[in-house]
């Protein structure tokens, strides 16, 4: 049988414990692991360098982990790294930061000493079949279809090997090959997801068939495999509704790395149903991490999920009323609202993000800088950025703007919610849909700045779009 998941997983931090720290320390001293393999392995620096130039990403950011020898847990515990729990080979001890998006340390008898380069560095794309691929390798892969983990041999040399690795709702690093009837559960599940009918006449039944659905995948398989599968599909739809995302990610699969670099997804909920939408979050093993309450400041509230086994973080945004902001809306159904801010009108526009509409963006990992400008040349705009701080830059990619359904904007005017102007103009021009966001993080850092977000909400208000337009 497959792994199961560890009950409870000491990244499942309670609520109000999120002031991430800056952990350069720690990413010094990861970083300079990884660049002494790069510069020994000749495959590694390559790979590194055709990052940088055709996919504007850096090489730590697609390490999944390295493997040092015992010498090094010191230097590990003094820079925060803590043993991790999970299931490993006989004489390996896991070590990861807690409170920083780093990559983990596997600590083995023998690996290397101080001062030296990891014995193995592993990287992880989003397909080992489409990387190895990529690269024409006569690489096996250890771990068929289906299994939690697999892993391929990429390159060996001075003493340094390089593996790539897929994961399929697993944190350990052990290849335990599936039984017929868990692949079978596998395939299954990824076609009721990719097959999930969202647009109904009444958003509710969207809804139930959605839980329908997740009922459905989660008898043939577990709920870390389900969410893994879940958010490839909802990359997948976003994707094919976004021009700038359609472009970066043909220039990762020509190194078969696919949107292994995600950072996180976003989704936009009307109020009606944003209970629902963290229900279902729920389901497939997130936990609540930040909630901000920007209602008085700028009409819109968010709460931030992690699934701590997968590894995916949602970003989940909302409208709310000036006196919402110390209730918590994300178990608390709101009721309907007199106006519509920004997040209230897209999906009245476009449907909600877990029906019709699919994510507003997906945020991915990169050199923020070198992507905006290999973007450009590809003939794609960024935004002025809306973080830009040492720890953190984030920039939206111009937004996508699609057809509005003439039945949508009628719904919407007849309410009051949109003037009759502005009804013609969405249906004359459409209304922005969704973006490519180009991140970079410093230091560890994996939270957020909520005052950079409201500026970007309000940015991308579909009214102030419109009217500059």
């Not at 991430?20 to 990413?27: D, G, T």
């Not at 590809?378 to 509005?404: C, H, N, Y």
Request: aromatic letters at 10%.
């Amino acid at each position: 049988m497959p792994p199961t998941t560890l009950p409870a997983h000491p990244s499942a931090l309670p609520e109000k414990t999120f002031d991430w720290p800056l952990c350069y320390e720690a990413q010094k001293l990861l970083g300079g692991y990884v660049d002494a393999f790069v510069r020994l392995n000749p495959f590694a620096g390559r790979l590194a360098s055709r990052m940088r130039t055709e996919t504007g990403t850096e090489f730590f950011e697609w390490v999944d982990h390295l493997v040092l020898g015992r010498a090094q847990a010191d230097a590990l515990r003094r820079v925060g790294l803590v043993e991790e729990a999970v299931e490993v080979p006989a004489g390996t001890t896991v070590f990861w930061h807690p409170r920083a998006m780093l990559p983990r340390v596997l600590l083995r008898d023998g690996a290397s000493s101080a001062g030296e380069a990891p014995a193995l560095l592993a990287i992880r794309p989003e397909s080992l079949a489409d990387f190895i691929a990529a690269h024409d390798l006569d690489a096996r892969i250890e771990g068929m279809i289906g299994a939690r983990l697999r892993r391929a041999l990429i390159s060996e040399y001075n003493d340094t090997t390089l593996i790539a690795v897929e994961r399929l709702g697993y944190r350990g690093y052990v290849v335990r090959e599936p039984t017929p009837e868990f692949q079978r559960g596998v395939l299954r599940a990824r076609e009721l997801w990719h097959t999930r009918k969202r647009d109904f006449p009444r958003d509710a039944e969207g809804v139930a068939q959605a839980f329908g659905r997740l009922d459905e995948v989660l008898a043939v398989v577990d709920r870390d495999a389900a969410c893994e599968l879940f958010f490839a599909e909802e990359r997948v739809l976003w994707e094919a509704r976004n021009r700038a995302a359609q472009i970066q990610k043909r220039r990762q699969d020509r190194l078969g790395l696919g949107w292994g670099n995600h950072d996180h997804h976003t989704f936009r909920s009307s109020r009606e149903h944003f209970a629902d939408l963290m229900r279902f979050f729920a389901q497939l093993g997130f936990h609540k991490r930040e909630r901000y309450y920007a209602g008085a400041e700028a009409g819109w509230g968010a709460q931030i999920s992690e699934q701590p086994v997968a590894g995916i973080v949602t970003f989940a945004d909302v409208d709310l009323m000036p006196d919402e902001t110390q209730i918590d809306f994300s178990t608390q159904r709101l009721p309907p609202a007199p106006q519509l801010g920004t997040v209230g009108l897209w999906c009245g526009l476009h449907g909600d993000s877990f029906l019709q509409a699919g994510m507003h963006h997906l945020e991915a990992r990169f050199d923020f800088a070198l992507l905006r400008d290999q973007l450009a040349e590809a003939g794609v705009i960024t935004m002025k950025p809306f973080s830009d701080f040492a720890f953190l830059r984030q920039a939206f990619t111009e937004g996508e703007r699609w057809t509005v359904r003439p039945t949508r904007v009628a719904r919407l005017r007849d309410a009051g919610l949109i003037t009759p102007a502005q009804a013609e103009g969405f249906l004359r021009d459409g209304a922005i849909g969704s973006h490519l966001e180009n991140l970079q993080r410093q230091g560890g850092f994996k939270g957020f700045n909520q005052k950079s977000v409201s500026v970007i909400i309000s940015a991308t208000d579909p009214r102030k779009v419109q009217a500059g337009h």
